[in-house]
């Protein structure tokens, strides 16, 4: 079990406003900079946003992240095919000798 | 462009040595402002940070495989590399390198190799 909890699933029809959910605790999201990552079926995982609400050059506006306390979210505005994937928050954990946790991943279906 | 390709075995007997390379090009793996680590997914699960290596030299390795684990870089060669001794079938998984930020508190991974299939079997 991850210690950043995401949903397993969520799903959405073209055109509509998707948030993806990620709970940690002060130690990680709480203290710490949150990341999400966006993985196309059979490629290596893409950074989408970093330090909780920036977005890489090249990622489109209608991606957007937020945190408020230990939690985060991921909107995906005006929702396309293309859109489908999993998604993974990320954040360095203090605890122990510190490491970075990832979520357990969200598969977003596009109807 | 940047760019990151894994290599190494793909089979891997159980307790012995896992051994992968990243090679860079297009940059110099010298270059200040970055840190290199390794990440892994088994089978239709989640990532999982394996460690990384910063600028200087110095590493950082997730506690659960620290025991296990080496990270190294070869600045003439420009590639960084990952060994895991006393592999299990848990640590069958397809292994990704990337590029990380320059600090722990902001280890974002920007560019991603196309990841390599490793599987312990005997």
């Keep these: 079990q991850s210690v950043l909890a995401q949903p397993p699933s969520a799903s959405g029809t073209p055109g509509q406003r998707v948030t993806i959910s990620c709970s940690g605790s002060s130690s990680n999201i709480g203290s710490n900079y949150v990341y999400w990552y966006q993985q196309l079926p059979g490629t290596a995982p893409k950074l989408l946003i970093y330090r909780n609400n920036q977005r890489p050059s090249g990622v489109p506006d209608r991606f957007s992240g937020s945190k408020s306390g230990t939690s985060a979210s991921l909107a995906i505005n005006w929702l396309r095919s293309e859109d489908e994937a999993d998604y993974y928050c990320a954040a360095w954990d203090d605890g122990l000798s510190g490491r970075v946790l990832f979520g357990g991943g969200t598969k977003l279906t596009v109807l | ?122």
Aim: charged share 15%; aromatic share 10%.
């Design chain 2, 1 to 122: 462009q940047l760019q990151l390709q894994e290599s190494g075995s793909g089979l891997v007997k159980p307790s012995q040595t896992l051994s992968l390379n990243c090679a860079v090009s297009g940059g110099s793996i010298s270059s200040g402002g970055y840190s290199w680590s390794w990440i892994r997914q088994p089978p239709g699960k989640g990532l999982e940070w394996i460690g990384c290596i910063y600028h200087s030299g110095s590493t950082s390795y997730n506690p659960s495989l620290k025991s296990r684990v080496t990270i190294s870089v070869d600045r003439p060669k420009n590639l960084f590399s990952l060994k895991l001794n006393s592999v299990s079938a848990a640590d069958t998984a397809v292994y990704y390198c990337a590029r990380s930020g320059e600090i722990k508190y902001d280890l974002f991974f920007d560019m991603w190799g196309q990841g390599t299939m490793v599987t312990v079997s005997s």
